[in-house]
């Protein structure tokens, strides 16, 4: 605390990050990363970058990758922004797109941000529950709203709404921005991106952090109508000319560069997220069908965070949140077969 500080800083609540160890050969599932490396082409590309030009600054419109995305999901330039990591698109898009008189909608329980954004940018905002099936049910926010945002599939549970109750919705509020934050859309569901030519109330927001392995380097992009878009982008000029530096626009395009790559290690994690929740199942853990690189699993004889933390003794970091009606779930990111191997082994020895 400081009288130093904007008022507003009192008042802020930040997001928790979860642990990123120092130490090594500790089997690391707890923040959602893919166990696989990004495809070489990537690593081709940032080191071609490595040079001379460093000491310019990069395209403050990224072009190059904003057009590789474009390429890659059939739309425009005008129809995609960038930023650095999709938790900066959200910010953005929080500023600019979701503060208005009548408040803003979100689940209870998803991506922990979201209200801190709110907190930030001192938007008002009502959560409304998923069901106790613990799934988004859309037909709760045909309410009066002044915006609506949600994941799908959903974090951390990782259930999945198909796009027909998505369209609904969008037909049901088209005086209403709705924002689809797709950080798992690729490991088994089917994206909003194809909906985006008929609903100018639609944005949908993705990141190369999880499917496509680049967490490190920090991208994330937006698909919208260029109304949409060009509100971003004021806000964007407003804060920082350059979130993208030269080796995130370079890397991030070669990434959509490598179709086959990027296909054949989401095949992978899904096959493991498959074989994971059968042998979790075994163990006696109740596991929410999951589209996503995690699963939010409960075991009725054993308290969660004692798992969590017994896990961690045995060398596995999984996510526990201290959270009401989700404080007896782990989230337990998909690792290579080897970690989910661990994992269970692990479990075994706690368990017993
Ligand atoms: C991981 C995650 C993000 C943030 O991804 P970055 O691009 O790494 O900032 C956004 N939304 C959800 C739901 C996520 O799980």
Not at 100 to 129: E, N
Not at 141 to 165: K, M, R, S, V
Not at 309 to 334: C, N, P, T, Y
């Amino acid at each position: 605390m400081s009288r130093f500080w904007s008022p507003v800083v009192h008042t802020l609540t930040p997001y928790v990050p979860g642990e990123q160890p120092k130490l090594q050969k500790i089997v690391k599932l707890n923040t959602n990363e893919n166990p696989y490396g990004p495809s070489p082409k990537v690593i081709a590309a940032l080191h071609d970058v490595a040079g001379d030009a460093l000491r310019l600054y990069p395209d403050p419109n990224a072009d190059q990758l904003k057009d590789a995305i474009a390429a890659y999901h059939d739309v425009k330039r005008e129809n995609v922004f960038v930023g650095n990591g999709s938790d900066e698109v959200l910010a953005h898009v929080f500023c600019g797109l979701l503060k208005h008189d009548k408040p803003l909608l979100f689940p209870d329980i998803s991506y922990s941000f979201y209200p801190v954004y709110c907190g930030l940018y001192q938007i008002d905002y009502r959560t409304v529950k998923l069901n106790n099936a613990f799934e988004i049910d859309l037909a709760d926010y045909e309410q009066d709203a002044g915006a609506i945002i949600f994941p799908n599939p959903n974090a951390p549970t990782g259930h999945l709404l198909p796009l027909a109750a998505i369209e609904k919705l969008l037909v049901r509020q088209p005086d209403v921005v709705i924002v689809i934050d797709e950080a798992y859309i690729d490991f088994g569901g089917e994206s909003a991106i194809k909906l985006v030519d008929r609903y100018p109330n639609l944005l949908v927001v993705q990141t190369l952090s999880k499917s496509r392995s680049l967490a490190g380097l920090r991208i994330g992009f937006a698909i919208g109508q260029p109304q949409l878009i060009e509100g971003l982008e004021r806000v964007k000029n407003s804060f920082n000319s350059y979130p993208l530096d030269r080796f995130a626009i370079a890397g991030a395009a070669a990434s959509f560069g490598d179709d086959e790559y990027f296909r054949a290690m989401c095949t992978k994690v899904i096959a493991s997220r498959e074989r994971l929740v059968t042998a979790m199942a075994q163990l006696g853990f109740e596991v929410i069908p999951s589209a996503a690189n995690f699963i939010f699993a409960h075991h009725p004889e054993h308290d969660a965070g004692q798992l969590a933390a017994a896990l961690r003794e045995h060398g596995v970091i999984v996510r526990h949140f201290k959270a009401a009606r989700i404080d007896q779930h782990l989230r337990i990111s998909i690792g290579t077969d080897a970690e989910c191997d661990a994992l269970l082994a692990a479990l075994h020895a706690v368990l017993r």
